[in-house]
């Protein structure tokens, strides 16, 4: 049968748990792709990924014995070269027919095309499609140098002499047509039809695979291994839930997407099993706990109702033994040192109040252009102070004054020197116990948000002012050293921490301009130039817009609002709110694109004055947009004042027609000199009451 189904396996030594599902979709995918390519996998064809912890493989429908053949048309040279003055072939053009494997018979037939402006010669042929074996082979080769490979391993093969490098020792290769083994060979491995199961659990070893359609089925029942990556998931998810809820009382297993997916890179068999720790550990912050048991064990905590953390815990076993007490018991030893540690570092790091931390600080670099950790925190107090004092009141700015201090006094805690991670949840933690109150416990952890896209901001405007202070000391310190973002490379996470100021100014709504913000920042460097401010600024807006688009705002209603670069960020969207609402007016395009064509005649004239003699208006066009102008300009001026941007653009719309008359029936730029610069005054003063909101004539066309 010149169709069947096709299934390839490489059965390795254990896969990087994280990269298991990347890996799995690529091996596949690149598979399919250059099948399909050659012809051998058909538009009706479909793809199976597989991807357990010792294997990748994939499952491809309608896959042919051999690819179709295809006609394809090559250019040889030009006649003038191929054909001498009689029209018989030169040695050129016999030596280029051999090595396409034809003879001097060909020649009659060769085609005679234009080829840019010289006739050349073409010859029709036929190539035979690749054969499954030979198709299979390119796109397997293909496929494992675009593995996304997290690091790549060199080994030796059997004969003690050769090097094979993958991102894990490869044992064996399965290719199946149906029931019929493809010969095809990679990593020093030659394709048969049996794969390895379970190490412990496997009925048979080695596991024989009939035909590419029990590939799954049989792996399951002989080798006691879920093959499909998405199929063993979803199991764990389903295990997880039933055991939580034999545990009762509302518990429920902590919400980890990424811990989800390492765990069933780690499994082949999943078998969740609840286990328990001492109550006594739960005197610790959850945080601590929590964090132990995922990065260190990959437990899953669970929770109760109320979200708090309970003694007990779940684990993915890779094994199901009919008495699993052994594994229960033996993965509860191994978590109650870890708990310990966590309650030792907690209560150690209790005897210190973090008001004596703060001159260690001074003793830990921060960057060895920028100074230490307690040279920042003196900074970041500076801004912090600014900020509280402009954002509130005297009473802010000693509060703000305060948290800053103490922000980053944890980062010498036991805690957080063992979890990184938990910098600022345990400053807080140890802020309560120091009595320095609620708002500044709540500053201290909270003045690293947002921390990434989606989080929430801090809770408290003690908060805010802390960790607006803390971005605009990191940016402005990076910016003052040269140390910006390139490509994609941002290893000081500067984008995040603009987005962060971006979102709180937004989101808050502060009164605060921009670039007196970026200023304040860079006049405490001394590193910093001239030209330090004007980027950073640049810089932010940046973000501003890229996060604007996202939001779903047109790069049209973007460019026209940022052009003016708003200083208050908090104003950007009812601006963009106002732009929208003019761009649906019927008079919306014309204002528009003659508001770019008076912003093109200003730029040619330099400066024009927005002054306008009465005197010198002529024209009844010009005199009537004069009159219409001197209406419109102070309700738009006030409407804009008081913030209504919607009202204030849709007043524009009355200037449509005299607008459109002027330029029908004046002359801008009149020979007499006073009546030129009148009607570029008149033009100006337009201007300016259209461009309030937004720069309207990004609007157009």
């Not at 890996?23 to 099948?35: I, P, T, W």
């Not at 052994?326 to 993965?331: D, F, Y």
């Not at 931390?357 to 912090?384: D, F, P, S």
């Not at 460019?559 to 929208?580: S, T």
Request: hydrophobic share 45%; charged share 25%.
């Amino acid at each position: 049968m010149a169709h069947q189904n096709l299934l390839v396996e490489l059965f390795v030594e254990e896969l990087p748990p994280k990269a298991l599902k990347k890996l799995g979709e690529a091996f596949a995918g690149v598979l399919f792709e250059q099948l399909t390519a050659m012809g051998l996998a058909s538009p009706q064809s479909s793809l199976s990924s597989f991807a357990s912890p010792r294997r990748l493989a994939a499952h491809i429908t309608d896959v042919a014995a051999q690819g179709t053949d295809k006609a394809v048309s090559q250019k040889l040279m030009p006649v003038s070269v191929g054909l001498d003055d009689q029209g018989q072939a030169t040695p050129a053009l016999l030596k280029k027919l051999q090595s396409m494997g034809a003879d001097a018979s060909a020649v009659p037939a060769l085609k005679r095309a234009m080829d840019g402006k010289a006739l050349a010669l073409f010859y029709d042929s036929t190539i035979k499609g690749a054969t499954l074996a030979e198709g299979l082979q390119k796109a397997l080769n293909e496929s494992l140098a675009k593995l996304p490979i997290p690091k790549v391993m060199t080994y030796q093969l059997a004969d003690g002499w050769t090097d094979v490098k993958f991102v894990r020792p490869a044992h064996s290769l399965l290719a199946l047509h149906g029931s019929q083994v493809v010969g095809i060979e990679v990593l020093g491995l030659k394709a048969g039809n049996t794969t390895r199961g379970h190490r412990f659990e496997a009925a048979v070893d080695p596991v024989r695979i009939h035909d590419a359609d029990s590939y799954a089925a049989t792996l399951e029942k002989d080798g006691a291994v879920i093959a499909s990556f998405e199929v063993r998931r979803a199991d764990i998810v389903r295990q997880l839930a039933q055991a939580a809820a034999k545990v009762g009382g509302g518990a429920m297993p902590i919400e980890d997407e990424a811990l989800v997916d390492e765990v069933t890179g780690l499994v082949e068999r999943p078998n969740v099993l609840v286990c328990e720790f001492e109550k006594e550990f739960l005197e610790v912050p959850q945080e601590c706990l929590i964090l132990t048991m995922k990065a260190n064990q990959k437990y899953f905590p669970l929770l109760d109702a109320q979200g708090k953390l309970t003694n007990k815990f779940l684990v993915v076993s890779n094994i199901r033994p009919n008495d699993a007490s052994a594994v229960i018991g033996g993965n509860e030893r191994v978590v109650r040192p870890r708990l310990a540690d966590a309650k030792f570092f907690f209560d150690q790091d209790r005897k210190k109040t973090l008001a004596s931390r703060v001159a260690g600080l001074g003793k830990v670099v921060y960057h060895n252009k920028l100074g230490t950790q307690g040279e920042r925190v003196e900074r970041v107090r500076a801004i912090a102070k600014v900020l509280g004092a402009q954002l509130g009141s005297d009473a802010l700015a000693v509060s703000a004054d305060h948290a800053a201090q103490f922000a980053k006094a944890d980062l010498l805690t036991d805690m957080v020197g063992e979890f990184p991670e938990l910098q600022g949840i345990m400053g807080r933690y140890y802020a309560l116990n120091d009595g320095l109150g609620q708002d500044i416990a709540d500053a201290i952890e909270d003045h690293y948000k947002p921390r990434f896209a989606g989080d929430s901001l801090p809770r408290n405007t003690t908060g805010i002012v802390v960790a607006l202070a803390d971005k605009l000391e990191t940016l402005a310190g990076l910016f003052a050293i040269g140390q910006l973002p390139t490509g994609d490379k941002d290893p000081f996470a500067l984008r995040r921490h603009a987005l962060g100021i971006v979102r709180m100014l937004m989101e808050k709504d502060l009164p605060l301009d921009l670039d007196q913000l970026v200023g304040q920042a860079v006049a405490l460097f001394a590193q910093a130039d001239d030209k330090t401010a004007g980027l950073l600024c640049d810089f932010i807006y940046e973000r501003l817009a890229g996060s604007l688009r996202e939001q779903g705002y047109s790069a049209k209603e973007v460019d026209a609002v940022l052009a003016l670069r708003p200083q208050r960020v908090g104003d950007v969207p009812k601006r963009l709110a106002a732009v929208r609402a003019f761009a649906a007016l019927p008079e919306a395009q014309a204002l528009a694109a003659a508001n770019k064509r008076i912003g093109n005649i200003l730029k040619k004239a330099d400066k024009a004055d927005p002054h306008v003699s009465t005197g010198l208006l002529q024209e009844d066009a010009e005199k009537a947009l004069y009159a219409i102008t001197q209406q419109i300009a102070p309700q738009a001026r006030a409407q804009f004042e008081a913030g209504d941007y919607t009202a204030s653009l849709q007043t524009l719309a009355a200037l449509r027609a005299p607008v459109d008359a002027f330029f029908d029936g004046v002359m801008v730029n009149a020979e007499q000199l006073d009546l030129r610069l009148n009607r570029l005054g008149l033009l100006a003063n337009l201007h300016q009451a259209m461009n309030q909101v937004a720069d309207l004539s990004r609007l157009a066309s």
